[in-house]
């Protein structure tokens, strides 16, 4: 099991735990003082009121909702954040509003997902050629259009 330091910020502050035993990912909760009215096409920073220590060699990947994103547009202006080990400071979410309504994230919300991810760092081998593939050097859309054939 991986131990992680958590420091809760504030008294609202809620620890983030795994909503069922096949989760990988961990909710986070808005912490905020006064709720946040987020109009279509706007975008906001979002405290969730802890702040954690990964060891080296792990980062927390923060992850759209899809009840969210689903239901209202609201989505993460950066696809996914990258939370680095040697970062204490509190963790924030950009939330953006692809919504047509303006929504409202308040405090205690459920806004955004962590993923806890192993990482390696990697040493660089320069060389001349690479090996071949069977793709090679084909690149955007060279596996065709998904589902159809031809």
């Given amino acids: 099991m991986l131990n992680i330091n958590i420091k809760l910020l504030r008294k609202e502050s ?12 961990m909710d986070l909760h808005a912490c905020l003082d006064e709720p946040i009215e987020l109009a279509p096409g706007k975008r906001a920073v979002i405290p969730v009121g802890i702040a954690i220590e990964l060891p080296v060699g792990y980062e927390v990947q923060i992850r759209a909702r899809s009840g969210l994103a689903m239901n209202h547009g609201i989505s993460l202006a950066n696809g996914i954040g990258t939370i680095d080990s ?65």
């Avoid at 809620?14 to 990912?25: F, M």
């Avoid at 040697?86 to 919504?99: A, P, Q, S, T, W």
């Fill in 14 to 25: 809620i620890t983030p735990v795994h909503q069922t035993e096949g989760s990988s990912g």
């Fill in 86 to 150: 040697d970062y204490r400071g509190e963790l924030k979410v950009v939330l953006i509003n692809f919504g047509e309504e303006n929504f409202v994230v308040r405090s205690g919300m459920r806004i955004a997902q962590m993923v806890i991810a192993k990482y390696e760092i990697p040493e660089w081998n320069i060389v001349t050629e690479l090996s071949e593939t069977e793709r090679s050097d084909n690149n955007f859309g060279s596996t065709g259009i998904g589902g159809l054939v031809g």
